[in-house]
């Protein structure tokens, strides 16, 4: 039995999608960011890191969406979302992933999270990061869509 802990509007929904898609058997616990329990020390036994998603398997916690993808995809071999008998394949899906995950998620987390990289006092420094993201994130959509979306999928 999985359980992911998830809220909603956040990359936790990549997780719940594969979860989904290949038919777990799974639960899922909210983490309500409004009552900030991303911070709360029950949360932080899950994930120390103060993120979601975090799932937890009969081996452990994992973290990481790109490592908790792979991780559901190999369990459910039926699924053929693992891509295991073609190297190349694989290694585009998980360049995809990783280039969500440190570089265009990044570049989206300096519109609400700016107070990561610099003083939160430094307002000037925030406005500047937060004008910034729709060119730096606009520019990695375009990328996306016209370098890396090849389908099926
Ligand atoms: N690299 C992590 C990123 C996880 C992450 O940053 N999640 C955000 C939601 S999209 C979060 O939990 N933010 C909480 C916060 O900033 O306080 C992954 O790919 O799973």
Known sequence: ????YYTAHTCSLA????????????STVRVDFAREQQ??????KVNPKARVPALVT?????????AMLVYVAQSFPLSRLALMDDPFAFAQVQAFNAYLCSHLHVA?????????WVDADDKA????MQRKV?????????MIEREMLKGPW
């Open 39 to 44: 911070k709360s020390p029950e949360f932080l």
């Open 108 to 116: 989206h987390a300096h519109r609400m999270r700016g107070h990561r």
């Open 134 to 142: 729709p060119e730096s994130v606009g520019g990695a959509f375009e």
């Open 15 to 26: 997780t719940h999608i594969v979860l989904e898609e290949v038919g777990a058997d799974y």
């Open 125 to 128: 420094s925030i406005a500047a």
């Open 58 to 66: 009969d081996r452990g916690i994992l973290t990481e969406t790109p």
């Open 1 to 4: 039995m999985l359980t992911l």
